[in-house]
């Protein structure tokens, strides 16, 4: 069964903490996916992977930052956690193709207070 | 550039009765077209998709698209819905790299 994993379910942050978000999976898949998703707003690409060490910045990437050290794990880290970061953060993977579906893990609910 | 388009956020629907979610979507380039279902407190989960071939896709849990290409649409439909289908439905795009999603329809299946 495939999966992709979450470091946390629920996260709570203080206004200007680093906050390391962590995603894995275990389908050799070299695609993987950060987003945020906002009721109303569906989900919003923060930043994806195509590649180890390859990073390209999605629709919304303005205060945050990937790694992607290794193939399996793909990491969200928000430099300075503000307010309107308060948000659920969703990880995906998927093969190389765009006739491929992603696979989601089952997300991070962050409140930053 | 492309764009996803769901129309109705919220449809409220009696359980065994029939119920069409719209999609619609723009891109200047070829896509595939998916719609994923996310259940409370989960993420979300391929429903099915349509890469090429029939329009008629069959899908998980009983439920079908049609995509139709003269009116950029990929809406999905279940004849007989079950409490169980209660969630919100995601319709996205891909071309390359790049997916897009629409904002979502929450589907509520009343007893």
């Known amino acids: 069964d495939v999966k992709v994993t979450q470091s946390s379910r629920y996260l709570v942050k203080r206004t200007g903490e680093k906050v390391f978000l962590e995603c894995v999976q275990d389908m050799d898949h070299e695609n993987m996916f950060w987003y945020r998703q906002d009721p109303g707003l569906g989900l919003r690409l923060i930043y994806f992977?195509?590649?180890?060490?390859?990073?390209e910045k999605g629709d919304i990437p303005e205060g945050y930052s990937v790694s992607r050290e290794k193939k399996e794990r793909f990491s969200l880290i928000l430099e300075s956690a503000s307010t309107n970061q308060t948000s659920m953060y969703l990880c995906?993977?998927?093969?190389?193709?765009?006739?491929?579906?992603?696979?989601f893990g089952p997300g991070t609910r962050l409140t930053v207070t | 550039a492309q764009s996803v388009t769901q129309l109705d956020s919220q449809v409220p629907v009696f359980e065994e009765a029939p119920v069409e979610l719209r999609c619609n979507y723009s891109s200047s380039v070829s896509v595939y077209l998916f719609w994923y279902v996310q259940y409370p407190n989960q993420g979300l989960q391929l429903l099915l998709k349509y890469l090429s071939g029939s329009t008629l896709v069959k899908g998980i849990n009983g439920f079908e698209a049609e995509f139709n290409k003269s009116q950029t649409s990929f809406h999905l439909r279940k004849p007989s819905v079950h409490i169980s289908d209660t969630a919100e439905y995601f319709c996205?795009?891909?071309?390359?790299?790049?997916?897009?999603f629409g904002t979502g329809t929450k589907l509520q299946v009343i007893p």
């Open positions: 992977s195509y590649d180890v060490k390859m990073k």
């Open positions: 995906a993977s998927s093969g190389t193709g765009e006739y491929y579906e992603q696979y």
């Open positions: 996205a795009v891909r071309s390359y790299q790049k997916v897009t």
